[in-house]
């Protein structure tokens, strides 16, 4: 159990976080203009479709951008430097998310390095981390 | 009351003053910051509160101020984007001073940032987007958020930390002479490399000060402006512009430049009917380090990837040809939270001549202001020649 925020979800983000907790990542994605899109929400912020569902995709993902946090937050009760990262999904979609399972050094981490998902208990919640396929 | 242009020299900021004291306040409030910035930029203008018929603030409820100054507005602009909330309001109060809406607009910041006197207490949610998918990751603090795609539009470049160094050297020269700047010991790269690290790639002079402190503006018509005893100090708004993306860093619409700059600058520079080589003078509102470097890209003045040499080879310091963040921005002078207001006020004491560093010959400054987190932006072009 990782100690730290807990997030909340509401009706339009529950089932992101119901996956979560299932182990799957889901994304939503739009049947009319085929887009998967993220953060959570009911209709499609490209074309403005009510006609979208709730996908698992592959949990493969890129580095797109990162920073080492040497001051972390006093909600994590650590000192421990923590790699914040944007990552892509294969599918499309940004997110923001931790980097584990590699030691919080530059030369670890690559941009475009490849990911994959995995979920990190916190509070009542599963967090989407990502860990390197290759160290 | 016929209708003007907001654009082209027709409002005036007749009045700006920073608070006495920026940098560290603990004995006034912040809702006194805002009082006092406010009484001195009015008595500036040659103006009192009896005068304003117009208010506008961010974050602090608009009524508190016009309350504590005994203002009765006619004209309200809350408008809380970020820190560049304040740019956008100097742009809503053209536009409602050119359609009659107000006369005397008084605009205020006042922020007890880092002594934290008088301010409401920090709160996150955790139903928020930010709550739900950036803070339980460490995304909290404006260190670890503002720079996550700092490596990403770097990398893209073929740039380095180097850069974000250079941005930090550049900008210290203008405030070593500033007695009201934060930071005013010259810094080498390499010092700024080696500095205590914050977050890679950012070490701490890459980083803002955290400040008190607060700044007021008092804008009228041109025309009124030439009645007041500030007349031959009045600056013009020749053009705006301001936008917005998501309050989700990573949802950015490209992590390798921020659209709402591209946006908001290209509608200041349309609306002003100026170009970049008539620009003199640039603020560039720089919470850290890399937000220079995308401004300088973003708003056109230097091409794809020039962003680093350009304040390396100094071209952005005293001398330079173009002068960027001359009260030394920032990461040295003074920043209390929102910034957006003593970007403003530098861009005014350049154009009225009375700036601790002063530009020689300026006619036209160029301000950009980001809000938040990469979430907005608004742009101002000043000028010093009436219409
Ligand atoms: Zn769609």
New binding site residues.
């Given amino acids: 159990m990782s100690i730290g925020p807990i997030p909340e979800p509401t009706p339009e983000t529950a089932p992101f976080w119901q996956g979560a907790a299932e182990g799957e990542l889901r994304i939503q994605r739009?049947?009319?203009?085929?887009?998967f899109?993220f953060y959570p929400r009911p209709f499609?912020?490209?074309?403005?479709?009510d006609?979208?569902e709730w996908k698992r995709v592959s949990g493969r993902a890129r580095l797109s951008s990162y920073i080492i946090n040497y001051r972390p937050s006093p909600e994590f009760e650590s000192k421990d430097p923590q790699i914040i990262a944007l990552v892509t999904l294969e599918e499309g979609p940004r997110l923001c998310t931790n980097i584990v399972g590699v030691e919080p050094e530059p030369d670890n981490l690559r941009l475009g390095m490849e990911l994959q998902v995995a979920f990190e208990p916190r509070g009542d919640q599963f967090l989407p981390v990502f860990k390197p396929v290759r160290i | 009351m016929p209708l003007i242009s907001p654009n082209g020299g027709n409002i005036a900021i007749v009045g700006a003053s920073e608070t006495e004291r920026v940098g560290v306040v603990p004995d006034m409030s912040m809702i006194q910051l805002h009082a006092d910035a406010a009484r001195r930029a009015l008595k500036d203008a040659g103006l009192t509160p009896a005068d304003v018929d117009g208010i506008a603030t961010a974050e602090t409820q608009v009524i508190e101020v016009a309350a504590m100054l005994g203002i009765r507005p006619r004209w309200m602009d809350g408008t809380t984007i970020g820190g560049c909330s304040f740019m956008a309001h100097v742009r809503h109060a053209a536009a409602a001073i050119a359609t009659g809406q107000a006369s005397v607009v008084l605009i205020t910041h006042g922020e007890s940032g880092r002594s934290w006197v008088g301010m409401p207490n920090y709160s996150m949610n955790p139903r928020g987007p930010d709550g739900q998918f950036e803070q339980p990751f460490g995304a909290i603090a404006p260190y670890s958020l503002f720079t996550l795609p700092a490596l990403a539009f770097l990398e893209a470049r073929g740039m380095g930390q180097r850069d974000l160094a250079e941005v930090v050297v550049a900008q210290r020269e203008w405030a070593i002479p500033n007695e009201r700047a934060q930071r005013r010991t010259p810094v080498t790269v390499d010092e700024v490399l080696t500095g205590p690290r914050v977050a890679y790639p950012f070490t701490r002079d890459m980083c803002c000060v955290v400040t008190d402190g607060g700044g007021a503006l008092v804008l009228v018509s041109a025309e009124r402006a030439r009645d007041l005893p500030s007349a031959n100090r009045a600056v013009y708004l020749m053009g705006s512009g301001e936008s917005c993306e998501s309050v989700l860093v990573s949802q950015m619409d490209d992590l390798t430049s921020f659209g709402s700059f591209r946006r908001a600058s290209a509608e200041a520079f349309e609306t002003a009917g100026v170009t970049h080589d008539d620009i003199d003078h640039a603020m560039f509102y720089d919470a850290f380090a890399h937000l220079p470097l995308y401004m300088l890209e973003d708003t056109g003045f230097v091409g794809f990837g020039e962003s680093g040499a350009f304040h390396a080879e100094g071209h952005t310091r005293p001398g330079g040809r173009l002068p960027i963040n001359t009260n030394g921005g920032g990461m040295s002078y003074t920043h209390s939270g929102m910034y957006g207001m003593y970007a403003i006020q530098e861009a005014v004491r350049q154009l009225r001549g009375e700036a601790v560093v002063q530009v020689p010959d300026m006619k036209l400054s160029f301000v950009q202001g980001v809000g938040g987190l990469f979430w907005s932006a608004a742009s101002l072009i000043l000028s010093n020649q009436a219409p």
């Fill in positions: 739009c049947i009319r203009c085929e887009s899109y499609c912020p490209k074309c403005n479709s006609e979208v």
